[in-house]
């Protein structure tokens, strides 16, 4: 844990490939002593700072590590799962395997489907129009768009959520 905490001190100080070596080093430690929950976050972190540094192939391996550690441990209703599927979404598009970045995101929509999440569903298709827009595909980007904000309208449990939708 400290050393995962660490990493995060390093990235915060935008020292980001030291903070990968923590986050490694804490998943190393969380394998040995069966900590998956944060095996998870810590894959997740690699993953992500990768994606960030353009080592996307390393990221992948990472980032499906931690999909594979939230699984083993049962937390795949948290909303760090769903971030982990984001991340190697984004990953995927960066590499240009779009297929595979909306393969993501429909792992995503039924996931946050299961748990009856208006709120991350409203975020996912908020993300896939983005990701749609920049392919240029405008029909489908603005359909997803308005099914994001339908969700928004939906999440009660957030209402900042309507204003941000509608921005």
Not at 133 to 141: D, N, P, Q, T, V
Request: aromatic residues 10%.
């Amino acid at each position: 844990i400290f050393s995962n905490h660490i990493g995060v001190v390093k990235f915060y100080l935008a020292q980001k490939r030291e903070s990968i070596k923590w986050f490694i080093k804490a998943n190393d430690i969380a394998k040995e002593r069966d900590m998956t929950k944060l095996e998870a976050f810590c894959s997740n972190n690699v993953g992500a700072l990768y994606t960030e540094l353009k080592v996307y192939d390393s990221a992948e391996v990472y980032l499906h590590a931690a999909l594979d550690a939230f699984d083993r441990s049962g937390n795949t209703n948290s909303q760090a799962y769903l971030v982990s599927y984001r991340i190697l979404a984004t990953n995927y598009e960066s590499m240009g395997e779009i297929e595979k970045s909306s393969d993501m995101y429909s792992k995503m929509v039924n996931i946050a489907e299961a748990n009856k999440d208006t709120g991350a569903l409203a975020n996912i298709y908020s993300m896939l129009a983005m990701q749609e827009a920049r392919l240029g595909l405008r029909e489908s980007a603005f359909e997803h768009a308005e099914t994001g904000l339908k969700d928004y309208m939906r999440d009660t449990a957030n209402l900042q959520s309507v204003a941000s939708a509608n921005e």
